[in-house]
């Protein structure tokens, strides 16, 4: 299943994050959770940066994971995007392994984060 949450303010859309259930990531040197939720997508606009929208998006997810019986969240963080593996490392996200991000023909080196639940 698949779950979207947005954040909007006045009808202008804030951010957005996007959980799934039922996938997870292979590239892992740890053992694989048994029922983890994928952190597809969080994002905030660049004007609503810094107020506190993607800590609200988060804990939704976090919310829902649990609510869901999950045992772990992960997603993947772009290795040169130091700010994002910042927030998620203040939420007890750290890094699992090494992953190739595929766009088209191009190979972004980005880290599969994980937190147990």
């Known amino acids: ?57 988060m804990r939704w997810a976090l919310d829902e994971a649990r609510a869901w019986g999950a045992d772990a969240i992960q997603l993947s963080v772009y290795s040169e995007n130091h700010g994002a593996q910042k927030f998620y490392r203040r939420y007890g996200f750290d890094k699992g392994a090494d992953i190739d991000f595929w766009v088209g023909n191009h190979r972004d080196d980005e880290f599969l984060f994980e937190l147990r639940l």
Not at 11 to 38: D, T, W
């Open 1 to 57: 299943g698949t779950l979207v949450q947005l954040a909007e303010s006045d009808g202008k859309l804030l951010g957005y994050c996007l959980i799934v259930r039922g996938e997870q990531f292979e590239e892992r040197p740890l053992p694989h959770p048994a029922r983890p939720v994928i952190l597809s997508q969080l994002y905030c606009a660049p004007d609503a940066i810094g107020r506190g929208i993607g800590s609200h998006l």
